[in-house]
Protein backbone atom coordinates (compact mmCIF):
# COMPACT_ATOMS: atom_id res chain seq x y z
CA UNK A 1 0.00 0.00 0.00
CA UNK A 2 1.12 3.62 -1.11
CA UNK A 3 2.14 5.65 1.87
CA UNK A 4 0.71 9.59 2.17
CA UNK A 5 4.50 10.57 1.21
CA UNK A 6 4.62 8.01 -1.82
CA UNK A 7 2.08 9.50 -3.08
CA UNK A 8 2.53 13.06 -2.54
CA UNK A 9 5.88 12.91 -4.04
CA UNK A 10 4.49 11.22 -7.17
CA UNK A 11 5.43 12.73 -10.11
CA UNK A 12 1.93 11.89 -11.85
CA UNK A 13 1.47 15.23 -14.47
CA UNK A 14 1.99 13.33 -17.73
CA UNK A 15 4.05 14.52 -20.41
CA UNK A 16 3.43 14.25 -23.84
CA UNK A 17 5.26 15.60 -26.60
CA UNK A 18 3.16 16.36 -29.13
CA UNK A 19 3.95 17.21 -33.46
CA UNK A 20 3.27 20.94 -34.09
CA UNK A 21 4.37 21.04 -37.95
CA UNK A 22 2.81 24.51 -38.45
CA UNK A 23 5.64 25.79 -35.82
CA UNK A 24 8.70 23.27 -37.36
CA UNK A 25 8.91 21.12 -34.41
CA UNK A 26 7.08 19.43 -31.16
CA UNK A 27 6.11 20.77 -27.94
CA UNK A 28 5.51 18.76 -24.45
CA UNK A 29 2.40 19.03 -23.10
CA UNK A 30 1.79 18.51 -19.45
CA UNK A 31 -1.94 17.47 -17.94
CA UNK A 32 -3.48 20.01 -15.84
CA UNK A 33 -3.28 19.63 -12.02
CA UNK A 34 -6.21 19.30 -10.04
CA UNK A 35 -6.53 22.62 -9.02
CA UNK A 36 -5.96 23.73 -12.85
CA UNK A 37 -8.89 21.19 -13.64
CA UNK A 38 -11.21 22.43 -10.90
CA UNK A 39 -10.82 25.45 -11.77
CA UNK A 40 -11.69 25.17 -15.24
CA UNK A 41 -14.86 22.89 -14.60
CA UNK A 42 -16.20 25.77 -12.32
CA UNK A 43 -16.46 28.25 -14.78
CA UNK A 44 -18.03 25.81 -16.89
CA UNK A 45 -20.43 24.71 -15.09
CA UNK A 46 -20.70 28.17 -14.09
CA UNK A 47 -20.76 30.08 -17.26
CA UNK A 48 -17.77 32.01 -16.36
CA UNK A 49 -15.40 30.91 -18.84
CA UNK A 50 -13.16 33.47 -20.27
CA UNK A 51 -12.05 33.98 -23.81
CA UNK A 52 -9.12 32.38 -24.85
CA UNK A 53 -9.51 29.45 -22.83
CA UNK A 54 -7.21 27.80 -25.56
CA UNK A 55 -4.87 29.91 -25.01
CA UNK A 56 -4.88 29.44 -21.59
CA UNK A 57 -4.75 26.16 -21.73
CA UNK A 58 -1.04 26.57 -23.66
CA UNK A 59 0.36 28.87 -21.64
CA UNK A 60 -0.80 26.55 -18.60
CA UNK A 61 0.67 23.29 -20.10
CA UNK A 62 3.25 23.56 -22.99
CA UNK A 63 6.20 22.93 -20.70
CA UNK A 64 9.65 22.00 -21.56
CA UNK A 65 11.18 18.63 -21.14
CA UNK A 66 11.52 18.84 -17.18
CA UNK A 67 7.84 19.88 -16.86
CA UNK A 68 8.38 23.62 -16.68
CA UNK A 69 6.18 26.02 -18.08
CA UNK A 70 7.63 27.91 -21.44
CA UNK A 71 4.64 30.63 -21.00
CA UNK A 72 2.54 32.69 -18.55
CA UNK A 73 -0.54 34.16 -18.32
CA UNK A 74 1.07 37.46 -19.60
CA UNK A 75 1.68 35.71 -22.80
CA UNK A 76 -2.02 34.63 -24.07
CA UNK A 77 -2.41 37.69 -25.72
CA UNK A 78 0.74 36.58 -28.05
CA UNK A 79 -0.72 33.23 -28.08
CA UNK A 80 -4.02 34.28 -29.53
CA UNK A 81 -2.21 35.77 -32.79
CA UNK A 82 -1.19 32.23 -33.39
CA UNK A 83 -3.28 29.59 -35.98
CA UNK A 84 -6.12 29.09 -34.42
CA UNK A 85 -6.22 25.24 -35.72
CA UNK A 86 -2.85 24.67 -33.48
CA UNK A 87 -4.33 26.14 -30.57
CA UNK A 88 -7.30 23.80 -31.02
CA UNK A 89 -5.17 20.81 -31.46
CA UNK A 90 -2.91 21.45 -28.76
CA UNK A 91 -6.09 22.65 -26.23
CA UNK A 92 -8.21 19.42 -27.36
CA UNK A 93 -4.30 17.10 -26.56
CA UNK A 94 -4.15 18.66 -22.76
CA UNK A 95 -8.05 17.98 -21.91
CA UNK A 96 -7.19 14.54 -23.25
CA UNK A 97 -4.38 14.05 -20.90
CA UNK A 98 -6.16 15.99 -18.03
CA UNK A 99 -9.11 13.40 -18.41
CA UNK A 100 -11.41 15.73 -19.68
CA UNK A 101 -13.19 15.62 -23.32
CA UNK A 102 -13.35 18.38 -25.79
CA UNK A 103 -17.12 18.67 -25.03
CA UNK A 104 -15.32 20.47 -22.34
CA UNK A 105 -13.61 23.48 -24.45
CA UNK A 106 -17.02 22.70 -26.65
CA UNK A 107 -18.98 23.64 -23.51
CA UNK A 108 -16.44 26.83 -22.74
CA UNK A 109 -16.91 28.49 -26.17
CA UNK A 110 -20.68 28.18 -25.74
CA UNK A 111 -20.63 30.21 -22.02
CA UNK A 112 -17.73 32.66 -23.24
CA UNK A 113 -19.46 35.01 -24.82
CA UNK A 114 -20.99 37.18 -21.68
CA UNK A 115 -18.06 35.71 -19.74
CA UNK A 116 -15.61 38.02 -17.99
CA UNK A 117 -11.97 38.15 -18.63
CA UNK A 118 -9.21 36.10 -16.20
CA UNK A 119 -6.90 33.95 -16.36
CA UNK A 120 -6.78 29.95 -16.10
CA UNK A 121 -4.31 30.08 -12.63
CA UNK A 122 -0.76 29.73 -12.22
CA UNK A 123 0.96 28.91 -15.75
CA UNK A 124 4.09 27.06 -13.93
CA UNK A 125 3.27 23.16 -13.25
Known amino acids: MLTRQEILGADDLQLDEHAVPEW ?7 ALTSAEREQLEGRVRQGTVVEGLREQLVAAAVVDVSGRALFTPADVPALAEKNGAVMDRLATAILRLSGMGAQAVEEAEKNSAAAPSGDLGSASP
Open 24 to 30: GGTVYLR
